[in-house]
């Protein structure tokens, strides 16, 4: 399952507190990121990827547990792929992956330091010892139900912070 900005139609990442509360966040290297507050609703199968930002998302990739994003975000939800990264993945080149993905937002105009390659790079791992089998095609046309796609988003406790 997808969740996006209803405002631009990107990613976004749900953080969880240490004090347990959770928020939305636009993705890791999108323009909209400070631009505007996340306005969270359920994306639609056409909504961008998760891992490069590109679009269509033509699959969904499952993990067995949670990837850590960022200190305090967090996802164990599947990951949206486009076709170039649906390749990759289940070609198993996630050297040509990171490359992709980097090439991307370099593209988009991030300013991508050396950290910020390794912290992409450390997602990468974990969603390659998590993922539950290769990439799965979404179904298309009328009516058609994609593999854990749900009607309503989640309300992920959305306060401006603990009460």
Request: aromatic share 8%.
């Amino acid at each position: 399952m997808q969740i996006s900005c209803g405002s631009c139609r990107r990613a976004l990442n749900r953080v969880d507190h240490p004090d347990g509360y959770q928020y939305w966040v636009h993705a890791f290297g999108q323009e909209e990121d400070g631009t505007h507050e996340p306005r969270p609703i359920l994306a639609e199968p056409h909504y961008r990827c998760d891992i490069c930002n590109d679009e269509p998302v033509t699959s969904l990739f499952f993990v067995s547990g949670a990837v850590r994003i960022t200190a305090i975000s967090s996802s164990d939800d599947p990951w949206a792929l486009c076709s170039v990264c649906t390749d990759l993945i289940a070609n198993n080149d996630w050297r040509a992956l990171l490359d992709h993905v980097t090439t991307r937002f370099r593209n988009l105009g991030a300013h991508l330091f050396p950290h910020s390659v390794a912290d992409i790079q450390r997602i990468h791992k974990q969603l390659r010892r998590l993922a539950v089998g290769p990439p799965v095609p979404l179904t298309t046309g009328p009516g058609s139900q994609t593999p854990g796609f749900e009607q309503e988003p989640p309300t992920p406790g959305f306060p401006s912070g603990p009460a």
